[in-house]
């Protein structure tokens, strides 16, 4: 009550209002959560009833952070401007990373940085080159010992679906990857899609290898990433 004086926390009691976001309120940048009902029952019915609210809201002012952290005015302008004079397309690229591998003839440029090692890799062919879901899962799996060599899928916890991703329906594949060379592994993501405009299907490949720590924050950065992407 304290915290949302009397004539907001009456309104949270009496009406369908009973969650509230509060911004900075014990500190600069905190997104603070308040409850409240006349019963525990309320307020757990509440919750089950805005789960997806309260997961989409606490997503969107994550992302926003993110994206603060990402691509701020240290990121790397003058490299995301060099691939939209060459290729064709954009991408926001933040401070840090660096070119691994370009190879213009084979339509393939990777991106990374290191502690913790993140990759994220754009390739690209002419024409409708994915056609079914089957092809997707073929041109997935394909694609790693292909332009990494040392590089493969584990079919353990493999997933495949169909999203939109930035305008353009796209297949999504995520799960494990490994070395092939050495003990090694981790989580990755790939979006694969057709873009009409341009007459081309575009590539997109995210991993993460950073052992014994939590990755789901490292790969959400890549994702983040990965949605700033445009074709011009």
């Known amino acids: 009550k304290s915290l949302l004086g009397e004539e907001l926390f009456n309104e949270t009691i009496n009406s369908n209002k009973q969650i509230i976001f509060s911004e900075d309120q014990f500190g600069r940048g905190q997104l603070f959560m308040i409850i409240s009902g006349k019963s525990t029952d309320d307020i757990n019915n509440a919750l089950l009833e805005k789960s997806e609210w309260i997961k989409s809201y606490f997503d969107k002012i994550f992302i926003e952070k993110q994206k603060k952290y990402l691509f701020g005015n240290d990121r790397l302008k003058n490299l995301s401007e060099e691939f939209k004079q060459k290729y064709g397309w954009k991408l926001q690229i933040p401070w840090g990373w660096e070119v691994i591998k370009e190879l213009p003839d084979s339509n393939f440029v990777w991106l990374g940085r290191e502690l913790p090692y993140q990759w994220f ?32 899928y584990n079919n353990y916890k493999y997933q495949m679906e169909q999203v939109i991703f930035n305008d353009w329906t796209a297949w999504k594949s995520y799960g494990i ?10 989580p990755f993501i790939n979006y694969t899609w057709y873009d009409g405009i ?14 014994g720590k939590n990755k789901a924050t490292y790969m959400r950065q890549l994702d983040i990433i990965a949605h700033s992407f445009t074709v011009i």
């Open 177 to 186: 990857w490994e070395s092939i060379d050495e003990a090694r592994g981790g």
């Open 121 to 152: 890799s754009i390739h690209w062919e002419n024409g409708l080159i994915v056609e079914d879901s089957t092809m997707a899962v073929e041109y997935s799996n394909n694609f790693p010992q292909a332009y990494y060599k040392n590089i493969k």
């Open 198 to 211: 341009t007459d081309r299907t575009y590539n997109l490949n995210m991993l993460v290898f950073i052992p």
